[in-house]
């Protein structure tokens, strides 16, 4: 099993550019989860979703969308980038619906915004 | 929602014991205490969690205190492999959120 894969793992973007976060779990998880980590910061958690087609929002929803079309993806857009999403993003995932299992995360993205 | 407040940061010495406290007071019945870390700036790792009753498994053990305030994760022989950010988190079981703090930072020294 790869487990959960993201990519890019490295992306700089002009403000008001958009793109999109790939996010790829081989687990057949049912929860998956995004979340953004500052600079010597903790995790907070932008969206996540409990299973196909079910998403919801985290603390940091804004300026982020994500849909959910199939188990395996959980890509995040931004649709337009700004300063503020320079971060690193990691996306996790869960067996079971919501967060009580064990998550399991990606490497992450590092995202610079300039 | 629960809080978890924890140290900012700890030093533990290599072969010996660690113990990360975490302080969570305005728990509520159904919220579990979850532990993990962060291994440089790697995807945060889980460790351990628990509801009531002390846990164990083969990287830690959890001690929750019996009015569930608090909690101490501790690493039985610390290495250094075992420096890390150790995150203390609140389960809040019906949202569906696993909610982050800020974490310890713990630095094991040879």
């Known amino acids: 099993n790869a487990g959960v894969t993201q990519t890019p793992k490295f992306q700089v973007l002009k403000t008001g550019q958009s793109m999109t976060l790939q996010c790829a779990q081989d687990?057949?998880?049912?929860?998956m989860s995004w979340y953004r980590q500052d600079p010597g910061m903790g995790l907070r958690l932008i969206h996540y979703?409990?299973?196909?087609?079910?998403?919801d929002q985290g603390e940091v929803p804004n300026g982020y969308n994500v849909s959910r079309s199939t188990t395996e993806d959980f890509p995040l857009r931004l649709l337009s980038a700004a300063p503020s999403q320079t971060s690193v993003y990691f996306c996790?995932?869960?067996?079971?619906?919501?967060?009580?299992?064990?998550?399991?995360f990606g490497p992450g993205t590092r995202l610079t915004v300039l | 929602d629960a809080k978890t407040t924890q140290p900012t940061s700890m030093d533990c010495a290599e072969g010996r014991a660690a113990n990360l406290p975490c302080n969570h007071s305005t728990i509520s019945g159904n919220e579990y205490v979850y532990w993990y870390r962060q291994i440089h700036s790697q995807g945060p790792q889980y460790i351990i969690h628990?509801?009531?009753n002390n846990e164990t498994n083969e990287m830690a053990s959890l001690i929750i205190t019996e009015d569930r305030k608090s909690s101490t994760l501790i690493l039985p022989h610390a290495t250094l492999r075992d420096t890390a950010v150790y995150y203390c988190?609140?389960?809040?079981?019906?949202?569906?959120?696993?909610?982050f703090g800020t974490g310890t930072r713990l630095q094991v020294f040879p």
């Open positions: 988190i609140a389960y809040y079981y019906n949202t569906d959120k696993l909610i």
């Open positions: 996790a995932s869960s067996s079971g619906t919501g967060g009580y299992n064990e998550q399991f």
């Open positions: 628990g509801l009531k």
């Open positions: 979703s409990v299973g196909a087609g079910i998403t």
């Open positions: 687990m057949n998880h049912e929860y």
